[in-house]
């Protein structure tokens, strides 16, 4: 059981070029979430999967496209990086009580 | 509106001495409450979760916490630390839906 994966670790993107970060779960859950996280911001939610065929905006969509694959995967894509969007991605997934279980992480760098 | 508060962004301590981590929430509607950790370079992992019942809640590594509706705080305690427990705790709220409401995270700094 692998639980939440991420794909690649680390990326160092140059301004305008573009990316999709990878995420799959293989522990059957229906909702998925991708997050970033910044020095003194917390975790700020991107995009959300509430079930497969459904993705909804979180707090942070602007610059980011989702795609929920099928049930086990939600991709996200950075259409043409920004310096901005340097930070840590994470993936998650929810349990049948709404606790997360997070990916490794995808530390992200545009230069 | 829902919003989670950790009251404080730092917490140093020695060794083998108790510590607490305080959370305030907010909220009008009954709450699920959780404590995540999370270690350097890495994703953050369920501590404990306090869904109903009992107040007190166990969890791993020989943590624990204590919702308490009246003063709205989920505070998170240990009695020993090891420096093996350095590392960022974040306080989360659900309330329904499909979002969980993250605080800004607490550093512990365990010092030998």
């Known amino acids: 059981n692998a639980g939440v994966t991420q794909t690649p670790k680390f990326q160092v993107l140059k301004t305008g070029q573009s990316m999709t970060l990878q995420c799959a779960q293989d522990?059957?859950?229906?909702?998925m979430y991708w997050y970033r996280q910044d020095p003194g911001m917390g975790l700020r939610l991107i995009y959300y999967?509430?079930?497969?065929?459904?993705?909804d905006k979180g707090e942070v969509p602007n610059g980011y496209n989702v795609s929920r694959l099928n049930k086990r995967e939600f991709s996200l894509r950075l259409e043409s990086a920004a310096p901005s969007q340097t930070s840590v991605y994470f993936c998650a997934s929810t349990g049948a009580y709404n606790e997360q279980f997070f990916g490794p992480g995808t530390r992200l760098t545009v230069l | 509106a829902q919003s989670v508060t950790q009251l404080d962004s730092q917490v140093p301590v020695f060794e083998e001495a108790p510590v607490e981590l305080r959370c305030n929430y907010s909220s009008s509607v009954s709450v699920y409450l959780f404590w995540y950790v999370q270690y350097p370079n890495q994703g953050l992992q369920l501590l404990l979760k306090y869904l109903s019942g009992s107040t007190l809640v166990k969890g791993i590594n020989g943590f624990e916490a204590e919702f308490n509706k009246s003063q709205t705080s989920f505070h998170l305690r240990k009695p020993s630390v090891h420096i093996s427990d350095t590392a960022e705790y974040f306080c989360?709220?659900?309330?329904?839906?499909?979002?969980?409401?993250f605080g800004a995270g607490t550093r512990l700094f365990v010092k030998a």
């Open positions: 522990m059957n859950h229906n909702s």
């Open positions: 999967s509430a079930s497969e065929g459904t993705t």
């Open positions: 989360a709220l659900y309330t329904g839906g499909f979002k969980t409401i």
